[in-house]
């Protein structure tokens, strides 16, 4: 099948810099059983065209001149299709934002079949601390715009599904519990010797979304439990390095380091790791929690996107926004080497479950499944 993916970025060329490692692992699946081709609609500023693990991908760029967005969107497709010689059979966006209505117009224009992916993207709303900023009003137009034009959405987590559900007044009728699994070949189990010094780990961009603030605080309390404790925090800064400002302010200098963005190298810290800590306020699902539960890592966070549904067999969940919940749940773990096993080999099972193969079967089976009914009302 010729399959087209929209998506807002995540595919260099060379897997480094703005790299979604989730989504290489799906469209390197993808491509050994369908034609891929995948838009991107900013992952460098001009117009682009280059392969990637099997697929073609189009970049198509900046929006230049005085015609509407949308109109050069779908005439900077019709030239990607035309230079790829792609004739669409199905469009999935990866992204209900402005992935999600150029897929959706799309479809219209070549009436084909269209499915979207709710994104981590895709805020809808902020739970926990009122002082942090909700979606823009032209953020949720666009993805209410988005859920009434494509019929088949794809959710991430039951936590995003009732995100979903609040932004268009209903669950939707056609949505599939579907996250993005992670390669489990490359994320092997290593023991790991439990006992001070901790380690501790996040891997996630540095923004308001992430909460990294109330994360510090934990820290602090941890410091004030007499925790011996080290707190790696790997993923780009988005906050121009407020919170490394924050962590000097709380004394925390020796003992939380910042490795920026490092999407070719975060495994050996999971194996260094003796949690995994999530401080979200929002997530479709939390992929990094699923690389971390495939090394054997449990997960100690805030109950957002998949982690209330591995908790309290293969997580910790604690209320976002709550430092000191977070705080006790890490202390009440590291000391309890039983439990620990019992999250660790549970978490494991889970990410090898929900692995980037499975993504990719279910994905396809649903791509035969729209495209065999728009065949049937064609």
Known sequence: MNVTLITPDGVDKRGRERS????LWLIERLSREHRVLVIALQQYPEFTHYHLLGAEVVNLGQVRGLAPERLTRLCQLRQ????TQHRPELIHALSLGEAGLLAAAAGQWWRVPVLGSLSDEDVISWPGDVSVPSATSRSESLNNKTIKKISQITYGSRYALDQLAALSGKQPASG???PLGVDTRQFKIKPRQLAPPWRFLQVAPLDARNDQSMLLRAMCHLVAAGLDFHLDVVGQDRLRGRIQ???????LAERVHFHGDKANKRIPFYHQAHLFLQSALHENQGVALLEAA???LPTVGTAVGLLPELAPTAA???PPGDDIALAE??????GDKGRWEKLSAAAA???????????ATQFSRLYGQLAGRNRSLG
Do not use: K, M
């Open 294 to 296: 495939a090394t054997g």
């Open 80 to 83: 990607a299709f035309r230079l």
């Open 176 to 178: 599939h519990w579907l």
């Open 20 to 23: 979604q490692p989730a989504l």
């Open 349 to 359: 099972a889970f990410a090898t479950t929900y692995n980037a193969d499975w993504t």
């Open 316 to 318: 910790v969940a604690t």
């Open 329 to 334: 749940a890490i202390l009440a773990l590291v």
């Open 245 to 251: 400002i924050e962590s000097r302010v709380f004394n």
